[in-house]
């Protein structure tokens, strides 16, 4: 019933719209206003690009400003500190531009909209405009990249000798952590190998794979240098921690890596916020399949002291499961077997 | 049937000639090889294009602003991919994203807007009867209607279209495995892309040779109005690019369908360990990239071209700096064959290159630069009359800069690691190309209705399309940078999962219904075009008051476009409000002879240059008359 | 005052090329590009190891020394159109026929010799590259066989003179550049190796 209603409604609307439509057309016609060469609607757009300056300038300037907090996410990491400052000197740089180039924009169409008495002034080119607005934005440019290629450098050197390392693997729909265990050294991985149980395709007859343990939150130290090693088991996917300021793609085949130092844990993030359920998170931002919005994993940053304590409590994979040695031969076998007994005490 | 080559000569025996041949409705309309009805046929080809393209992002506008609706009411429509309870498939949701981005990049703007204005305007632009090979032409609109077909299909199929977005990476797009849309859907997405291709380079190898060939007596390459300058450059990097893209394409399907490991290895999925290994799936990055990007000047280099015109003759003002703009083109042309892998910064790139696209990349930016503040010095001190177009041209403006300083920030290799597949970007690439490129085939649109169609579209309901679509624009991607900065990634079909991105809900509803808004206001233009088309009022042979060739041609021009002979050219196509001259525009076609009391001091010296422009052609008739005896 | 005499100039001459031959042109840059884009994705492939070393089959020697000898077969034929020599032309041209279907049987005979070398377009993408190279090139070879046919019969037909060299002037570009082609591919995999 409402439907029909409604219906008729939109019909009895639409004509009207209709109606309103042809009646200005013949108005126009009548008037002879098809005629001149700018109409009466010229001086309201003309208007209308102020009201637009002022209004649109207006709300960027009071929302940018009111939601700083929301959309500037706290920096937890060292380099993250440099592109930010990075990222907020381009704004800067960018933001005079975009308000100056806006005004003149809307500007001139209000200050020189037509008028039959007015001829507009012939003015081709000056070559000395011309090379200051090549010039000056070159310069502004240069120091741009100059800052930037400066931090890129840092970012992308490589890791320290004494970083921890970190596996994080890629999968359809999550993200596997391996870390290398007491040595510090992941024991070398071939994907033939990937099965239910050993989901990261780890090749246990490599020995420094013994004391290879995962865990189903990345905890990670504070002030010390992390480097994580990434790969992807079968699809593209990509490592993002937003408050690290970290993003790496992980690639089946061509194993990747970013290195970076946290600057504060998780609990003093969540003093300095006043939410005490804050973490740090990881996400996948290359598309990966239906789940790609769901690979989520949960990045804790800890005292150096707590995460050194937190190591020696986890348990290798083959302790948890002593069938992934079990074929394996006779002398890695008994080291094996020697690693699993230390672990069962 | 021939007809006798008497001796005798006479000045009325070229009647017998005159007559035109009967037309049906198949030769008009339908296998056509006169350019301006193919240039309609991309038109309307590429506006079908434009509503499926923005009804699939209002519908995952809708999932992503009202992420608790109950979609059931779109079941008709989309079947299984709304579950019973009325979610949107997640699958589906990507699906959505990737034959958006495909269908608007490739079918709107760069058929919709190259193949419409390239083909309608470069013959009658530069003085020639046609393209260089009308049946070139015509192929080229039929490959990419088949093209197009084949991605309609691939809406409707069971396992769903392509869904690896509009990039389709490998291996997600090479194993059906992997998603569902990588199986049929994604076969349909490479066959559509090769007909696609095949499409505009036979396109582009037509605009090209036409422009450097068949240009009319006096038309220079300094005399060529900017917007045939934007087309060629434009074809001349789809020449180029379009290649590689075909090629990288071709691997693709060489390991999906034939077992080859291009760019698959180590690949454990769906339980199994396959055999593929060696392969690489950066190097597929590599070569879509080495198109994706020139793809991007593709969509806008027309847009400014367009917008060069319109600006300067709705200000009754020279374009400033014309050889600036030639140069800036140029420029962007050289400069977008070589910053490919800024999109690739995170992707595990050598840090050397990565220095070295940063650096490149902001170079691009320069020339960009010398546009934008030549249009503003363009509008400076002009006489600015506010018809469609031109409130149009001044939106692109708006969006190139806006746009384009965010580009900035991404070029920053080191700023972009955090803004990389962030909705940052997203707004970026929709403020440059979907609205500022997007602008640019709307004002072109209402610049040259009249010598399409021989009619005017509406202006009042031009400049509410306008203020509508403008505003409507900005409410839907301006709030997208906030969204991006905070982090949020893009493709995520809800962000409800993660603490860090469940923040701002409140505007993406908004920005939904903007986005709904803003669709909605095309349809007043939609109605406009059409109802014009039939019933707008008659146009006059030059409503605009401009100084290009096109404008020499009868109201309906007929296959050939001059009726008689082809005007030469005698001036650069900006003369404007000249000082001295009666008019405040003087057509191209008018001798600087003709005009002495306008003529700059170095036009009068071209006088001398004029006369034997006029000799040449007075020799040739000469010539011919004796080829005749 | 020099700057603004530069924005304008005077009458310019058109470049003197047809252009039809102008677009084959132009068609030429493309299958360039596919050709530069895929031995580019072949050097990095290449560079990143895991990477199978194999030599070349014979047959591409014998089967560059056909191209070679059809090109100059065809610029004969070319020659004689010049002069309306019908009767070598068409000489000419079928003895170009015949020599580019030799090597195209010469190809799939390499494919065969490839297989023989256990080098499989399935597998090592160091195999994959030839054959997509020379399947591609034979696949635009075909095309050239097919034009340089219709030009023949289009000399059968008194439709190839002196005055009428516009359909025989682009075949011979089109063959020459193929057979340039295949002199380049084979030079670069042979350096590559």
């Known amino acids: ?345 | 049937m021939a007809t006798a080559h008497t001796a005798t000569h006479s000045d009325t025996s070229h009647d017998h000639h005159d007559h035109e041949h009967h037309e049906n409705f198949i030769t008009k309309y339908i296998f056509t090889q006169d350019h301006k009805m193919i240039g309609k046929q991309f038109l309307i080809t590429g506006m079908f294009w434009a509503i499926i393209g923005g009804l699939l992002s209002l519908i995952f506008r809708l999932q992503l602003g009202f992420p608790e609706m109950d979609l059931g009411w779109l079941r008709p429509v989309l079947g299984g991919w709304i579950s019973p309870d009325g979610k949107l498939d997640p699958e589906f949701y990507l699906a959505l994203v990737t034959m958006h981005g495909t269908i608007m990049v490739f079918f709107v703007l760069t058929a919709g807007l190259s193949g419409t204005f390239s083909n309608f305007l470069i013959p009658l632009q530069i003085g020639a009867r046609d393209m260089a090979s009308g049946f070139m032409n015509m192929l080229s609109y039929w490959f990419f209607f088949l093209s197009g077909v084949i991605m309609f299909i691939s809406l409707f199929i069971e396992t769903g279209p392509a869904s690896g977005g509009w990039v389709v990476y490998p291996p997600l797009s090479a194993l059906e495995q992997a998603m569902p849309g990588s199986g049929l859907g994604m076969t349909l997405w490479l066959i559509a892309m090769t007909f696609f291709i095949a499409s505009s380079l036979l396109g582009g190898i037509n605009y090209i040779t036409t422009v450097i060939n068949l240009r009319t007596k006096g038309m220079s390459f300094s005399k060529l109005p900017l917007t045939i300058w934007a087309f060629f450059l434009t074809a001349i990097i789809g020449l180029l690019s379009f290649p590689v893209l075909f090629s990288a394409a071709l691997l693709l399907v060489f390991d999906r369908s034939f077992g080859t490991s291009f760019y698959l290895s180590d690949i454990y999925i769906g339980g199994e360990a396959l055999p593929n290994t060696g392969g690489s799936p950066v190097l597929y990055q590599h070569l879509f990239w080495f198109l994706g990007h020139p793809e991007v000047y593709i969509v806008l280099l027309p847009a400014l071209g367009i917008t060069s015109e319109i600006i300067a003759t709705n200000s009754r003002k020279p374009i400033f700096g014309y050889k600036a703009m030639i140069i800036s083109m140029l420029g962007i042309t050289i400069l977008s064959f070589v910053v490919w892998a800024h999109h690739m910064f995170v992707s595990g790139l050598n840090p050397f290159l990565g220095s070295i696209f940063m650096f490149l990349t902001l170079i691009i930016a320069i020339p960009s630069a010398v546009k934008v503040f030549n249009y503003l010095t363009t509008l400076w001190r002009g006489n600015l009359i506010f018809t469609p177009g031109m409130l149009f041209s001044i939106g692109l403006v708006s969006f190139f800069i806006s746009g384009g300083l965010t580009g900035i920030f991404l070029g920053n290799s080191a700023i972009d690691i955090q803004l990389h597949d962030t909705y940052f970007v997203v707004a970026h690439f929709h403020l440059v190309m979907g609205s500022a490129s997007f602008f640019g085939l709307m004002a072109g649109v209402y610049h040259w209705f009249p010598k399409m169609f021989g009619r005017m579209m509406d202006a009042r309901l031009g400049y509410v399309h306008f203020w509508l679509t403008f505003v409507g624009v900005y409410l839907v991607f301006f709030p997208m940078h906030y969204i991006g900065i905070a982090g949020f990634p893009r493709r995520y079909y809800s962000w409800t999962g993660f603490e860090f991105s469940n923040m701002y809900t409140d505007l993406n509803m908004f920005v939904s219904i903007a986005a709904i808004l803003t669709f909605g206001a095309q349809l007043i233009f939609l109605f406009n075009f059409f109802y014009s088309m039939y019933r707008g009022r008659v146009a006059s042979l030059n409503p605009w008051r401009s100084t290009t060739l096109e404008w020499t041609t009868p109201l309906h021009p007929g296959h050939g476009n001059w009726p008689g002979e082809i005007p030469a050219v005698y001036r650069w196509p900006y003369d404007y409000s000249k000082p001295g001259a009666k008019e405040d525009f003087i057509p191209q076609t008018v001798p600087l002879s003709a005009t002495p009391e306008s003529n700059l001091p170095h036009e009068q010296e071209l006088v001398k240059l004029e006369k034997e422009i006029i000799a040449d052609e007075e020799a040739v008739l000469v010539a011919n008359e004796a080829k005749e005896s | 005052m020099e700057e603004k005499i530069s924005y304008i100039e005077g009458a310019e001459q058109p470049i003197a090329m047809h252009p039809k031959k102008f677009a084959l042109w132009l068609f030429i840059v493309t299958v360039v590009m596919i050709f530069a884009s895929l031995t580019s994705a072949y050097i990095v492939r290449q560079s990143e190891g895991n990477w199978l070393e194999f030599d070349l089959p014979e047959i591409f020697w014998y089967n560059s020394a056909i191209i070679l000898l059809s090109s100059i077969t065809l610029h004969w034929a070319y020659m004689s159109a010049k002069k309306d020599d019908l009767a070598k032309v068409r000489s000419g041209m079928i003895l170009t026929s015949i020599l580019g279907v030799i090597f195209l049987v010469g190809q799939w005979y390499s494919w065969g010799a490839l297989v023989d070398r256990d080098v499989f377009f399935v597998g090592n993408p160091a195999g994959s590259f030839l054959y997509v190279f020379t399947g591609l090139h034979a696949l635009h070879l075909i095309s050239g066989v097919i034009f340089l046919i219709i030009v023949l019969i289009s000399s059968f037909r008194f439709q190839v003179h002196s005055k009428n060299m516009d359909s025989m002037e682009m075949c011979v570009t089109y063959w020459h550049f193929l057979g340039g082609l295949w002199l380049y591919l084979f030079m670069f995999l042979l350096l590559n190796h």
């Not at chain 1, 008729?8 to 057309?25: D, E, F, H, K, P």
């Not at chain 1, 180039?101 to 169409?109: D, E, G, K, R």
């Open chain 1, 1 to 345: 019933m409402y439907g029909l209603l409604i219906t008729v409604g939109i019909i009895l609307l639409l004509s009207i719209i209709w109606m309103v439509y042809r009646i200005q057309t013949l108005v126009s016609v009548v008037k002879g206003s098809d005629k001149k060469i700018a109409s009466g609607s010229n001086k309201i757009n003309a208007f209308l690009f102020i009201v637009f300056l002022v209004g649109g300038g207006g709300w960027m300037i009071w929302y940018s400003i009111k939601e700083f907090d929301n959309y500037q996410l706290p920096i937890a990491s060292e380099h993250g500190i440099v592109t930010d400052q990075l990222f907020w000197i381009t704004m800067a740089i960018t933001g005079i531009v975009f308000l100056i180039t806006h005004v003149l924009l809307f500007w001139f169409p209000y200050k020189y909209q037509y008028t039959e008495t007015r001829k507009a002034s012939f003015y081709p080119d000056n070559n000395k405009l011309e090379l200051i607005w090549t010039i000056v934005p070159a310069f502004v440019l240069a120091a741009l990249v100059i800052g930037g290629w400066k931090a890129w450098s840092d970012i992308t050197k490589p890791a320290p000798e004494n970083s921890h390392v970190v596996e994080l693997m890629g999968y359809q729909f999550a993200w596997e952590v391996r870390y290398p265990g007491l040595d510090n050294v992941l024991g070398e991985n071939d994907y033939r190998l990937t099965n239910a149980s050993n989901v990261s395709g780890v090749d246990f007859s490599d020995k420094n794979s013994f004391d290879d343990f995962s865990s189903p939150v990345v905890i990670i130290p504070k002030g010390e240098p992390v480097l994580f090693r990434i790969r992807a088991r079968d699809v593209l996917h990509s490592v993002f921690a937003p408050h690290m300021r970290l993003k790496m793609d992980a690639v089946p085949g061509m194993p990747t890596r970013f290195w970076f130092t946290a600057t504060k844990t998780t609990e003093e993030m969540r003093a300095e916020l006043g939410d005490p359920e804050f973490v740090y998170e990881i996400a996948c931002t290359e598309i990966c399949g239906r789940g790609h919005n769901a690979m989520r994993r949960e990045l804790r940053v800890v005292e150096p002291d707590e995460y050194r304590k937190w190591m020696s409590e986890q348990k290798p994979y083959i302790v948890n499961n002593p069938a992934l040695v079990s074929d394996l031969p006779t002398e890695l076998k008994e080291l094996a077997d020697i690693t699993i007994s230390e672990y069962k005490k």
